[in-house]
């Protein structure tokens, strides 16, 4: 294990937690029912697992792929390859888990610049695309010979016609800088903060609110490519009513379970390496004595540098 500074708030794993995790991990080589994955971290490969996974138990599904580039995973890598190869290879085991959706189900997909096109190819192969979000991941020292690559698309699909999207769950507190006041003088739709004055607004798909997390964060992990929790509540929150049900079949170190578990909502979740399903075990465990997400605080979403407000004029509700 590697030696941290003081500060580090690194989530790990000592060689204890790992024996002890491991026997909550579920084993599945046969056809499961709903009720026995749900809340479950499964360890297998998503192409071999679909088969045993039940129908239509899924209200959304948050698909982190390996990008089309060279990355190691912990013991596994992923190998970069021809665009059409990476296309067939998202579509082999994609149009697989299609049948665990529900008829209203939303399935959102990540990807780079690179990846992006084939994500759209087979996304609509099975579903209605209804947008594209970009988001700012801001981090990394930049490239000396191109521009620095700081943004990643999430591919938004539905099902159906019929889906989930609560628009009041996922507005943004924003800063006001150029105020309007009616006619008495009294603010005209924004409210007065001690340091920032600002208004709700309704969410769009640049979003440049989310920070990456890094050591001094609480949710840090060493997963190479680690989402924010705030990506995710966003997500979560505008596909999902409490207790439905949120899938992710490559689920790395555990951000959407940990996200769904803080949101009320039931999740199931899947990893093909053994360490990282138990770092997600440990983050549950974790998320049973804190709740909170970073940059969202009392129902509301946050810009950066916000937090004295956040604290004094939060709407009085439990993130709950």
Not at 273 to 297: M, P, V
Request: hydrophobic share 35%.
């Amino acid at each position: 294990m590697r030696n941290r500074a003081s500060l580090n708030k690194t989530i790990k794993l000592s060689k204890k937690e790992l024996s002890e995790f491991k026997n909550d991990i579920l084993k599945v080589d046969k056809k499961i029912s709903a009720d026995r994955v749900i809340n479950k971290i499964i360890c297998n490969e998503i192409e071999k697992l679909s088969s045993f996974l039940p129908d239509k138990f899924v209200n959304l599904m948050f698909i982190d792929p390996p990008y089309n580039i060279n990355k190691k995973f912990n013991l596994i890598s992923f190998k970069s390859m021809q665009i059409k190869a990476y296309e067939l290879w998202l579509e082999k085991w994609f149009s697989k888990i299609i049948n665990t959706l529900k008829d209203t189900a939303s399935v959102y997909i990540c990807g780079d610049w690179k990846s992006t096109g084939a994500i759209l190819n087979v996304g609509t192969k099975y579903l209605e695309v209804k947008n594209r979000i970009t988001w700012e991941r801001e981090k990394g020292r930049g490239a000396k010979t191109n521009w620095k690559n700081c943004s990643e698309d999430i591919w938004f699909f539905t099902r159906s016609k019929d889906y989930t999207f609560n628009i009041d769950d996922v507005k943004l507190r924003r800063k006001v800088l150029a105020p309007y006041r009616d006619g008495k003088g009294n603010p005209k739709d924004w409210t007065v903060g001690e340091n920032v004055n600002f208004r709700d607004t309704s969410p769009s798909n640049i979003w440049t609110d989310i920070s990456v997390p890094f050591w001094s964060m609480p949710e840090n992990t060493d997963h190479p490519t680690q989402k924010p929790e705030k990506l995710l509540a966003k997500i979560i929150l505008a596909g999902t009513n409490e207790g439905d049900v949120v899938f992710d079949p490559f689920l790395g170190s555990g951000t959407t379970a940990v996200v769904a578990k803080k949101l009320n909502r039931n999740f199931v979740g899947v990893d093909i390496d053994e360490y990282y399903c138990c770092l997600a075990l440990k983050r549950l465990r974790d998320a049973e004595n804190n709740e909170e997400i970073q940059g969202y605080s009392k129902n509301v979403f946050w810009e950066r540098n916000t937090l004295l407000d956040q604290k004094k004029y939060g709407k009085n509700k439990s993130t709950k």
